[in-house]
């Protein structure tokens, strides 16, 4: 299988485990290991085992291929947004403190129950 991205198995690891929301430390701690492991991970400083890739891809809700480069994310598989304003708006959102998302999320939610 040829690798689909050109990012590094390090940077997939880093920005798979942003998406998830997590820090170094707590997937650190999930994978009883100490945070500057993570971080040599993500910097492609050490490399991962098999049992390593495993483990990652269960606590980051992704299948093995994924962090390995011969998948690609559900994220981009997914149908993109057609309407430009929109997706445009929403990467602005993702810019945000979390905080402020958080608190744009429920005002949408509270819009759509509304609506529905």
Excluded: C, H, W
């Excluded at 485990?17 to 500057?36: F, H, I, N, Y």
């Excluded at 708006?89 to 529905?116: H, M, N, V, Y």
């Amino acid at each position: 299988m040829a690798r689909i991205e050109q990012e590094t198995m390090g940077k997939r690891i880093a920005r798979l485990r942003r998406d998830k929301g997590m820090t170094q430390a707590e997937l650190a701690e999930r994978l009883d290991v100490s945070q500057p492991v993570i971080s040599d991970y993500e910097n492609d400083v050490i490399k991962l085992s098999g049992e390593t890739v495993a483990q990652l891809a269960g606590l980051l809700g992704v299948s093995a291929d994924e962090i390995l480069g011969l998948e690609k994310s559900a994220a981009a598989r997914a149908t993109p947004i057609k309407n430009r304003r929109l997706y445009r708006q929403l990467a602005s959102i993702e810019k945000l403190p979390k905080r402020d998302q958080e608190a744009l999320l429920r005002t949408i939610d509270a819009f759509l129950t509304k609506a529905g």
